[in-house]
């Protein structure tokens, strides 16, 4: 029996889509899931773009905070003369940069990645949430190559961290969560406001100086300690200082406890009314 091609129905049959209200609100969390590769590629897309026609490429990315470093251990290290705890002043400068360096990068990525990608949200639907998140993978790549120069700096001093090191990717941790904190704010914000592109240099320069980074949280007096440490990077700067001088370092456990109460609220409102006014992401951008 000859084989003979299948006639091609006239008309085919019909597929129905059924959209129900409310449907998107209910699976929002399933779809961050989902959508893990546009993470994936929009992270990728932002660390090429990034290094892309430099001429030191990722170097960049050392050169910034050791300048910063060696600026704040002249003025505060040789000048003023403030303690180290113990530790080589420029360790202990360092030790702060890195996670101070990395709130700053992620604060400044995630703030403008709503607007830098409005071509993407005003015409396809995914959680905008995955746009400020992968941002701040930036930041790691900054972060990862900075801890290059922190070790560079033991071996010139000699120095040697205590076992408490192995409890450093737990405060890597809680500074995404503050960089996304802040970042998720401002993100939304920056939607329907543009002058909060002007705001987010300026928090980051006044806050290299308010935040213990040049100098040991330890020389704050006993009674205004605990109100410095509002200011949540406190407690993540302490928690690196801590994890990476051991002993030597002060550590002041309540206003830890405080920044990291903080750092909770912070990240739940945040996610509040990231999510309140995404709807009207594509309508306003």
């Not at 989902?34 to 990034?50: G, M, N, Q, S, T």
């Not at 930036?138 to 120069?149: E, K, P, Y």
Request: positive net charge.
């Amino acid at each position: 029996m000859a084989d003979y091609p299948l006639p091609i129905p006239l008309f085919m049959p019909k597929t129905e889509l059924i959209i129900e209200a409310g449907k998107t609100e209910q699976q929002y969390w399933q779809d961050l899931w989902h959508y893990r590769e546009l993470f994936y590629f929009l992270a990728w897309r932002d660390i090429l773009v990034r290094y892309k026609q430099t001429v030191v490429g990722v170097t960049w990315a050392l050169l910034q905070p050791f300048a910063t470093m060696v600026v704040l251990t002249v003025v505060f290290g040789k000048l003023a003369k403030l303690p180290s705890e113990g530790a080589p002043y420029p360790i202990l400068v360092f030790a702060a940069m890195l996670p101070w360096q990395f709130f700053a990068n992620s604060l400044a990525n995630c703030s403008n990645s709503l607007v830098g990608n409005a071509n993407l949200i005003s015409k396809v639907y995914f959680p905008r949430l995955i746009v400020p998140a992968s941002a701040i993978v930036v930041g790691f790549v900054d972060f990862a190559l900075s801890v290059t120069i922190l070790l560079g700096l033991m071996a010139w001093y000699n120095f040697v961290p205590s076992w408490r090191v192995i409890f450093l990717p737990g405060f890597v941790i809680i500074a995404a969560i503050a960089s996304l904190g802040v970042g998720l704010w401002l993100a939304a914000l920056n939607v329907r406001y543009r002058d909060f592109r002007f705001v987010v240099p300026f928090i980051v320069q006044l806050g290299l100086y308010i935040s213990p980074v040049g100098f040991s949280s330890s020389i704050v007096p006993d009674r205004w300690r605990l109100l410095y440490y509002l200011n949540p990077m406190v407690g993540v700067i302490d928690g690196f200082r801590w994890a990476i001088l051991g002993d030597d370092f002060n550590f002041y456990l309540p206003g830890f406890v405080l920044s990291l109460l903080l750092l909770g609220s912070l990240a739940a409102s945040s996610i509040f009314y990231f999510r309140k006014t995404e709807r009207t992401f594509a309508d306003v951008i």
